[in-house]
């Protein structure tokens, strides 16, 4: 799909609300935020299945009740280190639309902190400049305190990935 | 004991309507589904009211009443053939052939009911 | 076990119906005299029509009416069946089909316009002498308590005499004695007069009558319906009694019953012989139950839910010492896997409710084109799994229409060449091993190589003067936007289509073959599993990883020593009785970064000729695979065709044969070439 309309389309993604309900869950120390509503389940880590040949953004597949859904490392949308799992790391199933279709896809979290809300007065478009990401890759920062939780684009990410040759 | 009822009819949604309508009234129901079907399941069962279609593959329904008046088992089993308004002609020919009564299409289930409760009697 | 939403059920029946009503009126145009399938064209109008009525599809009902009517005609020599009326019939059924799927659109040109050709067919007089507007709601038998009802009751006098078959004919005099009591106060007397001496008695006959004195609320209606069945047949005297004024009711036919009907002799209907039809009219029927195809579906999932459970259980039972629990599990092998069985055996229709659709379209074709053709069908009954039907009539479609369009020449092109004027399109279906076969063949002009070849390096699919074997050339003819039509036509050839036809056929993990002779056709197959759900498989381990390949694929297994192996570094080959096989090593494709077995497997798989090697770590052992579609997101890993789940709950890959044999070939070819 082309990533102009999927922005145009995730643009709502606050739909007039003045609050977002979201997942929040880290990423080598960032905090990343999901709606909470594309979110299926949070799993522990399971025996991941490499599929060999795949783009390293979505190296392997598990067993999901039965369904074998790809899973991600968004680390690597975000040019970030691959790290070891730990205790706390968890897999967070979330439900995209990638072309016009429902699509699952695990994700590979180091820990995820809680259900809360964020709101819309606190939310900020990704900067310009000065930003390591790509700004596509980003529907917007929220702050809280002195952090920010960072809304990623996922169909953005997923519709984006390039071919193998990103390894 | 509720009365045994066959129904004869080469559409299976004619079937379907027809069994539903008598199920719902309490009574049993079994299908056929073209008339040599018919004529096979009734001279098999013991049945309390056949209805039946008139135009159907492998028999038609004037046959199979024709059939049906000729043995001895069912003389004076009621048979209520569907028909059309416009079909005066098979309509006659069917009683001729020797059913009971008809139910014209389009039908809705208390019609059918009412029907057959009619010639079952109470 | 049936879908209980009766405006489904018809729809179903009314698709089924318009194939039947189809395939008929086209052998008519074989044979405009026979009788059976004027029959079966008729019935099946009839039919749709009366059904329709039934759920509300008014403006079905009323323009296939006119259809039945037209046939109706036919059918008792009135008016002869011409190609005309099958033409007219064959368009109106177009329309129909609408009415069905979109009952509330505004159809009435059209009708208008269909019904116009039909009775210009039947020589303006379809419908004389019939009421051209849909049955009505019926008036007589519901008409009970009308509006009219005097309020107090009414004194009826009623004298009635049933005719003598009235008991035989299913008629019960008590019940309707009940009925009348029903209506109110009531006086019976039995009228004993005309019973006969015992002599000539026939103890099923009715002697007796009845007169009856009835204080009803409900009027003279009421009564007339206690007896409407019988109404014409009877003796019935009803006399108002009650102050108001008498007035002497003749015996009153039912206005509405026409006249008698005159002698024509009973249609003793021969079950149908419309060829592509015969499962369905062939003798005796065996009991069908409908059962919708999404329950189908979900009872194909709990299958494959079970036995993956079920291989789980048998993994458990292994590594235990419980004979008995080793026994229970055997059971649950068993009876899992002929669950499996039976269950592919439901999923399966036979291909020829598939190709019945292809005699409308040649049909259609043969008028446009002004070509003379003949459409023959092979191995109707070849049963294929119901997604595969589904998923390829498209694509037959588009097969079909390009062998007319582009192989078969116009007649007087065929003659010059020497041929029969009438061209041949043979539609054919075949099961081999785990495959099924579905050909398409005509004697055209065939597929002109040097064309296609000039059109693929103008179009840049490959270089000028590249190699290619004669397969890959003909294969091109799948490439998107490739079309050889000289002049596209508005049949096919505008170039989309062939590469939708290969894509289909991949996603049912199926191939295409293509052969051409010039000036003697083409012939195109297409190669498909049979099942879709469920295949066995052979479980192998590369690295750390399990892998499956589709048995129906595997040749054989052999063992490579390491001294083969290393033999072979750089070569690729081995040498299977005589036959040089290229291998590959999945280790290595599938850079595991482990080190090789010491006894590595060679795994030989094929498809049609052509043969390659897998050299795999371990052979583990038979798997009855549950196919599970991979993400989206892997679309573009051409390796694996899916996914299955493991007794661990573990997934595994399932290998895609073909796009491994046409790797080991491209290697084969590579290697050739250089050395």
Redesign the interface.
């Given at each position: 799909m082309n990533p102009e309309t999927v922005k145009h389309l995730f643009d709502h993604v606050w739909k007039d609300q003045d609050e977002l309900s979201v997942l929040t869950f880290s990423l080598n120390g960032e905090t990343f935020a999901i709606e909470a509503i594309n979110v299926q389940e949070i799993l522990d880590l399971l025996?991941e299945?490499?599929?060999?040949?795949?783009?390293p953004f979505?190296a392997g597949?598990?067993?999901f009740r039965?369904?074998?859904?790809?899973i991600?490392d968004l680390r690597r949308a975000f040019g970030m280190e691959a790290t070891e799992a730990t205790i706390d790391s968890r897999i967070v199933v979330v439900e995209l639309t990638?072309?016009g279709?429902p699509?699952?896809?695990g994700l590979r979290t180091d820990k995820v902190h809680e259900v809360t809300t964020l709101p819309h007065a606190a939310a900020e478009p990704p900067p310009i400049v000065g930003m390591r990401w790509r700004p596509d890759f980003i529907h917007c920062l929220v702050r809280r305190g002195t952090d920010f939780v960072i809304i990623p684009n996922l169909e953005v990410i997923?519709s984006t990935q390039p071919?193998r040759s990103a390894a | 004991m509720s009365a045994h009822i066959l129904t004869v009819d080469d559409s299976a949604s004619i079937r379907m309507t027809t069994k539903i309508a008598l199920t719902g009234a309490g009574y049993q129901v079994t299908e056929a589904v073209d008339g040599l079907d018919g004529l096979n399941k009734a001279k098999a069962g013991r049945f309390d009211l056949i209805v039946t279609d008139l135009n159907m593959p492998n028999m038609n329904g004037l046959s199979m009443i024709e059939a049906l008046r000729k043995s001895a088992a069912h003389m004076g089993v009621p048979i209520i053939f569907l028909t059309t308004e416009s079909d005066a002609e098979m309509k006659a020919r069917a009683k001729a052939a020797g059913a009971t009564g008809w139910i014209t299409k389009p039908f809705d289930a208390e019609q059918l009911v009412k029907i057959a409760r009619k010639v079952l009697g109470k | 076990m049936t879908s209980l939403d009766p405006i489904q059920v018809f729809r179903t029946e009314a698709a089924e119906l318009f194939e039947q009503i189809e395939s008929g009126l086209l052998d008519l145009l074989n044979d405009l005299s026979d009788q059976d399938t004027i029959d079966a064209v008729f019935r099946g109008l009839h039919t749709l029509k009366g059904s329709g009525a039934m759920f509300g599809f008014e403006a079905l009902a009323a323009f296939t009416h006119h259809c039945e009517t037209a046939f109706d005609r036919v059918r008792k020599g009135q008016v002869p069946a011409t190609d005309e009326l099958v033409a007219a019939v064959l368009d109106a059924q177009d329309h129909m089909k609408a009415l069905v799927s979109t009952p509330q659109g505004d159809h009435e040109d059209a009708s208008n316009r269909l019904l116009a050709a039909l009775h210009a067919a039947v020589g303006g007089a379809a419908t004389t002498g019939h009421v051209v507007t849909p049955p009505l709601p019926q008036a007589s038998a519901q008409a009970a308590a009308p509006a009219s009802a005097p309020a107090k009751g009414q004194a009826f006098h009623i004298a009635f005499r049933l005719p003598a078959n009235a008991m035989i004919n299913g008629t019960n005099p008590l019940g309707l004695l009940d009925e009348l009591r029903e209506l109110g106060e009531c006086t019976v007397k039995a009228d004993l007069s005309t019973i006969p001496g015992l002599g000539s008695l026939e103890p099923t006959d009715l002697y007796i009558g009845w007169s009856v004195d009835l204080v009803t609320e409900q009027g003279r209606d009421a009564i007339d319906d206690v007896f409407i069945f019988v109404m014409d047949d009877m003796d019935i005297k009803v006399t108002e009694v009650a102050p108001v004024e008498a007035k002497a009711a003749e015996a009153a036919p039912a206005a509405k019953a026409a006249s008698p009907a005159p002698e024509a002799t009973l249609q003793k209907a021969e079950p149908a012989k419309a060829p592509g039809n015969e499962p369905k009219h062939g003798g005796k029927q065996a009991e069908n139950v409908r059962v919708p195809a999404e329950r189908l579906d979900e009872l194909m999932d709990r299958v494959g839910e079970l036995v993956i459970a079920q291989s789980r259980l048998s993994q458990l039972a292994g590594s235990s010492a419980d004979l008995h629990l080793r026994a229970v599990s055997e059971d649950v092998e068993r009876l899992s896997g002929e669950l499996r069985d039976t269950m592919m055996v439901l999923r399966m229709v036979p291909v020829g409710s598939l190709f019945g659709r292809f005699r409308r379209l040649v049909h259609d074709l043969a008028r446009e084109t002004g070509k003379v053709i003949e459409l023959e069908t092979e191995g109707e009954t070849t049963e294929v799994d119901k997604t595969v039907i589904e998923r390829l009539a498209d694509p037959l479609v588009h097969l079909v229409r390009n062998s007319i369009d582009h192989g078969l020449e116009p007649p007087d092109e065929r003659v010059a060449a020497g041929k029969d004027k009438t061209g041949r399109v043979i539609l054919s279906a075949r099961q081999s091993g785990g495959e099924v076969i579905i050909t398409i063949k005509d004697d055209g002009r065939g597929i002109n190589r040097d064309r296609v070849r000039a059109k693929a390096e103008s179009s840049g699919l490959i270089q000028p003067g590249q190699m290619l074997t004669d397969q890959e050339l003909l294969q091109l003819i799948f490439q998107p936007g490739f079309s050889t039509a000289a002049q596209v036509t508005n049949l096919s050839g505008r170039g989309v289509g062939m590469d939708v036809v290969k894509k289909t056929v991949e996603a049912l993990r199926g191939v295409i073959d293509v052969r051409s002779e010039n000036g003697r056709g083409s012939e195109i197959s297409l190669r498909i599993p049979l099942t879709l759900a469920i295949i066995d498989g052979l479980l192998v381990r590369v690295g750390a990883g399990s892998y499956v390949i589709p048995l129906s694929a595997v040749e054989e297994c052999l063992e490579l020593s390491l001294e083969d192996d290393l033999r072979s570094r750089g070569r690729s080959f081995i040498s299977l009785r005589d036959n040089l096989v290229p291998f590959l090593r999945l280790r290595e494709l599938f850079e595991t970064g482990t080190p090789p077995d010491r006894y590595q497997k060679m795994v030989v798989i094929s498809t049609g000729d052509a043969r390659v090697g897998l050299v795999v770590d371990q052979i583990i052992g038979d798997h009855q695979t549950v196919i599970k579609s991979m993400s989206k997101l892997h679309h573009d890993v051409v390796t694996f065709s899916g996914a299955t789940i493991l007794g661990d709950g573990g997934v595994a890959l399932i290998l895609d044969v073909t796009h491994l044999v046409a790797v080991g070939q491209y290697q084969e070819a590579h290697l050739r070439a250089a050395g």
């Open positions: 025996p299945t490499r599929v060999p040949g795949a783009k979505v597949v598990i067993n039965g369904r074998v859904i790809p991600a990638l072309e279709e699509c699952l896809v997923f071919a | - | -």
